[in-house]
C-alpha cells in the first residue's frame, strides 16, 4: 500500500473517495463541511434523510457526486462532537477501511486526521490511520495459489494542513515503519 500526505484543497483533489467524519448530533466535520459547500449540499441531504446518525463507527458510502473530480464520498460517524477518545478515534478508522475493502476503490484521501483526539496531534493520528488501514487490508498470501487480495485500495493520501506538514510527515514515517515491521 503506498501513504502520502496531500496539502491540496479538498475540492481540488481527484480521487476514487474521499473520507470525512460527521458527529452525532448532525455537525459535519470541517473537511465535510467544505465538501458539502462545494458539492451544493449533498452531504447535508444525506443526514437529513437519515442516512448516517453519526454514531461512532456507522458509515455510508456516497457514490454519485456531480460536478466533481471525487468519485465517492464516505462519511464516517464520530460520534459525539468532542474531543473523541483514542479507542474511538481507530474505531472510526477501522469502520471507514473495512467499508472500503470490498469495493472497487483504489485511491483515498482520508481528512480523519483533522478530529480532535484526547492527547493525540496530527502526528499520533497520521501514524493510527495507517496502521489501522495496513492491518485492516492485510492479508497473507505466501502460500496461496491466488495471490489477490480482497481489498483494491492501492493508495492512501492522508489530508494535512501546510502548518502541520511536519508533524503529518513523522507520524508517516513512523505509520509506515510500524506497518511494515508487523507485516513482512
Known amino acids: 500500500m503506498d501513504y ?8 481540488t483533489l481527484q480521487c476514487d473517495c474521499l473520507i470525512v467524519g460527521v458527529y452525532q448530533d448532525q455537525q459535519l466535520s470541517a473537511s465535510a463541511s467544505s465538501i458539502n459547500h462545494s458539492t451544493q449540499g449533498l452531504l447535508a441531504k444525506s443526514l ?13 458510502l456516497i457514490n454519485a457526486i456531480p460536478d466533481s473530480s471525487i ?10 462532537n468532542k474531543p473523541l477518545l483514542g479507542k474511538n478515534y481507530r474505531k472510526a478508522l477501522l469502520a471507514a477501511i473495512n467499508s472500503l475493502k470490498k469495493t472497487q476503490i ?9 478530529c480532535d ?3 493525540g496531534d496530527r502526528q499520533w493520528k497520521t501514524r493510527q490511520i495507517i ?7 492485510y492479508q497473507f498470501t505466501a502460500y496461496k495459489s491466488n495471490k489477490e487480495t480482497d481489498s483494491k485500495v492501492e ?3 492522508i489530508s494535512a494542513p501546510e502548518t502541520e506538514l511536519g508533524l503529518a510527515q513523522t507520524g508517516l514515517t513512523q505509520g ?6 508487523i507485516n513482512p
Open 176 to 181: 509506515k515503519a510500524i506497518a511494515e515491521g
Open 131 to 137: 496502521e489501522v488501514f495496513n492491518d485492516a487490508v
Open 106 to 114: 483504489k485511491s483515498v484521501v482520508c481528512s480523519l486526521a483533522e
Open 71 to 80: 468519485e465517492r464520498i464516505l462519511l464516517v460517524g464520530l460520534g459525539e
Open 117 to 119: 483526539v484526547i492527547a
Open 4 to 11: 502520502a500526505i496531500e496539502t491540496a484543497p479538498l475540492e
Open 155 to 157: 493508495k492512501i493520501s
Open 48 to 60: 437529513v434523510a437519515g442516512d448516517i446518525s453519526g454514531k461512532n463507527g456507522e458509515t455510508v
